[in-house]
């Protein structure tokens, strides 16, 4: 099995059906309900980790959430909405484990999947509009990290990650 390495399953139709975690802020509300419901429709199981309505709420705690889940095994990938997408990936990334990209573009998204194994995608809802933002998040879940070179690099980064970690701890 490779370092980090997806657990999928397959339902009887041949669709790989993935656990998503999504989450957003006030601001992108709207956006995370309308992609919340395609990536039901394209078969994968979700989780919807808030906000809940357009009340104002901050950021932060939605994206570590997500996160936690997903270095828990709780959730395989997570997709998060914020106004530019870059605070939700920001606080993401400071989940120990995690990488997070923002993704406006399906090219980006694959890439982010493909040769950097982002277990996080964010959007922003000021930036993409709701048709976009759907087939961003397909393209997102319809590749999987194959590793090669790409794990290569994967494993330096998460290398590092470990060293600042024990670094921190021995402060």
Known sequence: MKKYEYITKKIKTGVVVVKIGVGSDHNAFDLKEAVKSYIKGLGH????????????????????????????????????????????SIAANKVPGIRSAQCHDVYSAERAQLSNN??????????????????????????????GNSGRKIDQIMDREREYRLQGANS
């Open 45 to 88: 199981e979700v989780i919807d980790y808030g906000c809940y309505s357009r009340d104002e709420i901050d950021y932060p705690g939605v994206a570590f959430t997500v996160a936690t889940e997903v270095t828990q095994g709780l959730i395989e990938r997570g997709i998060l909405f914020c106004g530019t997408g870059i605070g939700m």
């Open 118 to 147: 982002a277990q996080i995608i964010t959007m922003g809802a000021k930036v993409i509009g709701e048709e976009a933002a759907k087939k961003v998040a397909e393209a997102y879940l319809n590749v999987t990290f194959q590793g």
